[in-house]
């Protein structure tokens, strides 16, 4: 036996489960797909016939998850690629403190801390409506070790 200590340390940890492999040809519109090594849901999956090999290709279009970012891509049908693991969770807004958003989960109550207010039109409506007094529920997405509110609704 060798004494040989292989660490590939938390990155390939992680990677490894939060993607899974999947046929290319079996990918569907609204679906997820790794392209560019980002998370994207798919906005347009057509299948063509490639005039080099006669092989039939996938061409994928989606946009990043977190950024809306359009990625294009292109896969023979019969090849794995990979998805990643998209999870979106409502949370009550209970505050915003420095750009910091002060969440709890409806169901159990537990506070949920690390996520930041967004940049851009989306994060001044969230600040508007918790400052007008509006219970608001902030989306969060996670995906491939990255977490950020992605969407929001007011009552």
């Not at 036996?1 to 492999?21: I, K, Q, R």
Request: one cysteine or more; glycine letters at 10%; a negative charge.
């Amino acid at each position: 036996m060798s004494d040989v200590d292989l660490d590939f340390g938390p990155s390939a940890e992680a990677s490894a489960s939060d993607t899974f492999p999947m046929r290319a040809g079996t990918l569907r519109r609204n679906g997820h797909v790794l392209m560019d090594g980002v998370a994207c849901r798919l906005t347009d999956v057509s299948i063509s016939k490639s005039a080099q090999r006669g092989l039939v290709e996938v061409n994928l279009t989606g946009v990043d998850v977190f950024t809306g970012e359009k990625h294009q891509d292109v896969h023979p049908c019969a090849h794995d690629v990979e998805v990643p693991v998209v999870v979106h969770t409502e949370y009550v807004l209970a505050g915003i403190d420095d750009g910091c958003l002060s969440l709890l989960a409806e169901s159990t109550g537990e506070a949920k801390g690390g996520v930041t207010l967004p940049e851009g039109a989306l994060g001044r409506v969230i600040e508007s409506d918790f400052t007008a007094g509006r219970d608001v529920r902030v989306t969060v997405t996670r995906a491939m070790g990255r977490e950020a509110a992605t969407g929001h609704r007011a009552q």
